[in-house]
Nanobody, 114 residues
Framework: QIQLVESGGGLVQAGGSLRLSCAAS????????MAWYRQAPGKQRTLIAR???????TYVDSVKGRFTMTRDTYKNTVYLQMNSLKPEDSAVYFC????????WGQGTQVTVSS
């Protein structure tokens, strides 16, 4: 059974940083395309960062240069380092495969105050 457990969110002031973690089971981050998604209130869940199984990273323009996704294949965990946070980054953050499985975790709330 697939489990994805996100953590590390919180309340931070604009310009601050957070590091999110996603511990995976039933999905092997070393051989899967993995991604971070986020969903703001009233909006669709969107992919913001991804890593291919071959280690190629891609980011949407809105987070490029501020967010960095990494993975630890031994811990079977992916991370999202978020710097220079903006209020518009406030959302619930999820990780999943690309394309996503039907097993979404509970997500982790990120709130950025202005």
């Amino acid at each position: 059974q697939i489990q994805l457990v996100e953590s590390g969110g919180g309340l931070v002031q604009a310009g601050g940083s957070l590091r999110l973690s996603c511990a995976a089971s039933g999905v092997y981050v070393s051989v899967s395309d993995m991604a971070w998604y986020r969903q703001a209130p009233g909006k669709q869940r969107t992919l913001i960062a991804r890593i291919s199984s071959g280690g190629i990273y891609t980011y949407v323009d809105s987070v490029k240069g501020r967010f960095t996704m990494t993975r630890d294949t031994y811990k079977n965990t992916v991370y999202l380092q978020m710097n220079s946070l903006k209020p518009e980054d406030s959302a619930v953050y999820f990780c999943n495969r690309v394309p996503p499985t039907s097993y979404w975790g509970q997500g982790t709330q990120v709130t950025v105050s202005s």
